[in-house]
């Protein structure tokens, strides 16, 4: 069964750090794009950030653009989320989600999630 | 960017009812269109891709339909296990994006 579990959430000040890692189980890593989605309280889904599997290819919301950086390390099947620069708005249960592609190339869902893991931005 | 709009944005309904949720995009997305649920506290589960396509394992009480800029989620006879929120999203391009959801009550 392909499954999902994050790691690293916590407390951190406003322009502080975090790294959250998910580890892949269940399934072949290395050939699945792999995303992060949030969800602030009480909020919607809100998209972060893709990194292909087929080339090193990454996409991001304009508003983490130059503060948040995926990768992967697929000899360990686990996608990371670089975060500094953190703001009380990035507030939000994190989540990592597998790609599922529709067809044709950057046509993605999200069929495989982790249970999420809690980022609180505060003084 | 493309921006997702759903109504309504909560609806209430009984077991066996007949429940309709609408997703406008912003511009054409052909039909690069995803439906999700999501209970209290859990992750969001895939129910519908590619606008109608039934992910495995979702009961056939679900069924997704349109193209373009109009999308349809519809829930044949409601169940009990069927009261959580719906988010649309697009996969047509980055950055993809969320409908704000659609809170299904009693």
């Known amino acids: 069964e392909a499954q999902l579990l994050e790691s690293g959430g916590g407390l951190v000040q406003p322009g502080g750090s975090l790294r959250l890692s998910c580890a892949a189980s269940g399934f072949t890593f290395s050939t699945f794009g792999m995303s992060w989605v949030r969800q602030a309280p009480g909020k919607g889904l809100e998209y972060v950030s893709t990194?292909?599997?087929?080339?090193?290819?990454?996409y991001y919301v304009d508003s983490v653009k130059g503060r948040f950086t995926i990768s992967r390390d697929n000899s360990k099947s686990t996608l990371f989320l670089q975060m500094n620069s953190l703001r009380p708005e990035d507030t939000a249960v994190y989540y990592c989600?597998?790609?599922?592609?529709?067809?044709?190339?950057?046509?993605?869902?999200?069929?495989?999630w982790g249970q999420g893991t809690m980022v609180t931005v505060s003084s | 960017d493309i921006q997702m709009t759903q109504s309504p944005s909560s609806v209430s309904a009984s077991i066996g009812d007949r429940v309709t949720i609408t997703c406008r995009a912003s511009?054409?997305?052909?039909?690069?269109l995803a439906w999700y649920q999501q209970k209290p506290g859990r992750a969001p589960n895939l129910l519908i891709y590619?606008?109608?396509t039934l992910q495995s394992g979702v009961p056939s009480r679900f069924s997704g339909s349109g193209s373009g800029t109009d999308f349809t989620l519809t829930i044949s006879s409601l169940q009990a296990e069927d009261f959580a929120t719906y988010y649309c999203q697009q996969g047509n391009s980055f950055p993809y994006t969320f409908g704000q959801g659609t809170k299904l009550e009693s």
């Open positions: 989600a597998r790609d599922h592609s529709m067809g044709p190339p950057g046509k993605h869902v999200f069929d495989i």
């Open positions: 990194l292909l599997a087929s080339v090193p290819t990454t």
């Open positions: 590619a606008g109608s």
């Open positions: 511009q054409n997305i052909v039909n690069w």
